[in-house]
Every structure is written in C-alpha cells, then in structure tokens.
C-alpha cells in the first residue's frame, strides 16, 4: 500500500521569506503522480502544484516550486516570498488508483 | 464554470441513524471520489465512482456507500451512526478516474456530527 509522510507537523516563515515543507512517500508503482494541495480555514482544499513521475524537472508555479528525488521518493514544496495568505495546512498527496494524503503541515506567516 | 457543490454543508444526527451526502461535480466530471476527513485518522479515501460504477473503495465498514447518478452526481450514505463517524467528508471530482493525471477539484465538504 502506498503511505505518504510530513515529517513536520507545523512551521512558521517570515512574511517575504522562503520556507520548504518536506513529504516523503513509499510505492512500488513506477508510474504516478505527486501532488501539493492547500487547504485554508474555509476549508477549501486547493492544488498548489502538481508532477508527474516520469519527468525528471521539477515543476514550478509561481511562487510554489517542488524538489522531485524520485529515487529518494521525496517531494518537497518551496514556497518563496512568503505571503500572509499563504496560511494554511498543506497536503502532500499521491495519486495511483487512489489519492493518499499525508498528515498535513500547518504553515504560519508571520507578518 | 460552477464548482463542485457539497449539500448540506453542516449536519448534526444521533448515533444510530443514517445520513445522505450529496456531491455534485463540475459540469463534464465523470469522476468523482469521496474522503473522510479527521484530526485523528487525516484525510482519508472513501471510494470513486466513475460513470456510474464504483471504481475503487477504501478501507472503511460496510456502513459507509455510495452511488453515482447518470447525470455524474453522486450521494454518500453512512448507516448506524457511531460518534466516530464525525467528521468533515470531502469530495472531488474530476474529468477521468482518479487513475488519470487530471487535477482533482474538491467541494468545501460536509461537516457531519453525531451526537
């Protein structure tokens, strides 16, 4: 079965600074997919970015950027210039034949 | 394009009854899975329905179905309510099965209690 695990139950970044939320994974597939979701007090679960196994560059959206070690099986999300909306809990999630989600990561800016 | 729309938003039942969640996709989503969502156990799968057909189910009771309607929406039912079954139940739809790369676009869930 597969398992996703953050390691890092809260963090805190400065406002404008960077910070990396870490995720580790465990599958025997070879192919799937990776993603990063946010989910803010209202609830909402949002996706911040998104990779898929096969390709070796790490993806990037904005702000949000992912270090892919597939061998490692580690998909860590940098969020650069931290902004005060970007609160909220993050979820790293695998997708095979069915999405699994890590525990989450409670993000705190701090103005 | 209108979101995925979770009814009813909040519910409150006592042990032992039975309840209806209802999800409707995004126009055009065939697929749609549904999660369990608690500060214990985190987010959880629930099941996937695609086309009508249930394509994957997760590790929970028979207590807990679902169904999906020709028109893609689909309803989750939970019988015999236990306390532990509180929670805030998501779904999300999306365009092709979860097996697919296509983003998952998920409602703002139903947050059920049991008293």
């Known amino acids: 079965a597969q398992t996703v695990t953050q390691s890092q139950p809260e963090m805190s970044v400065q406002e404008a600074e960077t910070v990396t939320l870490s995720c580790t994974y465990d599958t025997s597939e070879s192919d799937y997919y990776l993603f990063w979701y946010k989910q803010p007090p209202s609830r909402q679960m949002i996706l911040v970015i998104r990779q898929e196994a096969y390709k070796q560059q790490n993806a990037t959206e904005n702000r949000f950027s992912v270090n892919f070690q597939k061998a490692a099986k580690s998909f860590s999300l940098k969020i650069s210039d931290s902004q005060l909306g970007d609160a909220a809990m993050y979820f790293c999630a695998y997708k095979g034949n069915k999405l699994v989600f890590g525990a989450g990561t409670i993000l705190r800016v701090k103005s | 394009k209108a979101g995925v729309t979770q009814t009813p938003r909040y519910l409150i039942k006592t042990r032992g009854q039975q309840v209806t969640l209802s999800c409707s996709p995004i126009?055009?989503?065939?697929?749609v899975s549904w999660y369990q969502q608690t500060p214990g156990q985190g987010l959880q799968f629930l099941f996937e329905y695609f086309s009508e057909t249930q394509r994957n189910k997760g590790n929970f009771p028979g207590r807990f179905s679902g169904r999906q309607f020709s028109n893609s929406r689909s309803e989750m039912n939970v019988s015999t309510l236990e306390l532990g079954d509180s929670a805030l139940y998501l779904c999300?739809?999306?365009?092709?099965?979860?097996?697919?790369?296509?983003?998952?676009?998920f409602g703002q869930g139903t947050r059920l209690t049991v008293v």
């Open positions: 999300a739809s999306s365009s092709v099965p979860i097996s697919g790369f296509a983003e998952a676009f």
């Open positions: 126009s055009g989503h065939r697929s």
